[in-house]
């Protein structure tokens, strides 16, 4: 039985790792995960059932029966539409308190596993080449300046929309990018790191198309037979 080949794509928020991991994806036929919605689903989820995002037996419960389908590029919890949902840095906070806890962890891992389907899966998040997927053969770890990324972030919000009297200050998505990726980095199970056999994209100087260019790059040495 031949395995599925895995491509691991971790790195800070906004680096730019789910764009371009779904990219890569697509480029070559392959399956997509995206494991922070699964943790920010966790987050929405337990708030809803009213579970203390630091009662760790009562989120990784949550966690282990978690209600999501995954329709097309829609994202439900329980038949809701959630995908905008879920994206607000206020959920991202919470997903990066409930990822903090390792029965959370463990409950979602098979979960993950179960996307390694043929011909091969994109997995982009923040321990996918450490933890999920520590056998990928193309491990990636996509970073860029916090002041990129807050950049980034900022005109996503003025891009879908909102209001300029309701948008925060750059330097306050800054701020909270910066504390995510400190309580991220400093946590005590998988922990946001590079890994000693991944490549370093530093996409601070690139735009979308070379940030995937840069990774195929990469697939295309590491795994010759699936790019031409
Ligand atoms: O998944 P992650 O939080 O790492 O980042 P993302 O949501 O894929 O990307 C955040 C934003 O940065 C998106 O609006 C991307 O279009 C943008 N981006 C960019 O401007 N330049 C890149 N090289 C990569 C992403
Ligand atoms: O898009 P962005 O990078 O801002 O966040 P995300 O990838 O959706 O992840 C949200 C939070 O979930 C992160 O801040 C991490 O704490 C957590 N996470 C994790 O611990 N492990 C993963 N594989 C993916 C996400």
Redesign the pocket.
């Given at each position: 039985r031949i395995a599925a080949p895995v491509i691991a794509i971790d790195g800070?928020?906004?680096?730019g790792?789910?764009t371009v991991a779904q990219r890569v994806a697509e480029t070559l036929g392959f399956h997509f995960l995206?494991?922070?919605?699964l943790?920010?689903l966790t987050a929405l989820a337990a708030l809803r059932a009213g579970v203390a995002l630091d009662d760790e037996t009562g989120v990784a419960a949550v966690a282990a029966t978690l209600p999501a389908e995954f329709p097309g590029d829609r994202i439900l919890l329980a038949g809701d539409d959630v995908t905008e949902a879920i994206r607000a840095e206020e959920i991202?906070v919470g997903?990066?308190k409930v990822?903090a806890l390792p029965a959370v962890r463990t409950a979602l891992l098979e979960r993950q596993r179960a996307y390694r389907r043929l011909p091969g899966l994109v997995a982009?998040?923040?321990?996918?080449g450490s933890v999920?997927f520590p056998e990928a053969p193309v491990k990636v770890f996509l970073t860029a300046s916090a002041e990129a990324r807050a950049e980034r972030r900022h005109k996503q919000l003025i891009g879908k929309g909102m209001p300029a009297n309701m948008r925060p200050l750059l330097q306050d998505i800054l701020q909270e990018l910066r504390e995510?990726d400190a309580?991220?980095a400093a946590r005590s199970v998988?922990p946001l790191k590079q890994e000693e056999d991944a490549e370093l994209v530093d996409t601070t100087p690139l735009g979308i198309d070379e940030a995937v260019a840069a990774v195929l790059d990469i697939v295309r040495r590491k795994l010759p037979q699936v790019v031409s």
């Open positions: 800070p928020s906004a680096s790792k789910g995206d494991s922070g919605a943790y920010r991202g997903a990066s990822a982009d998040g923040r321990d996918m999920v995510r309580r991220d998988a």
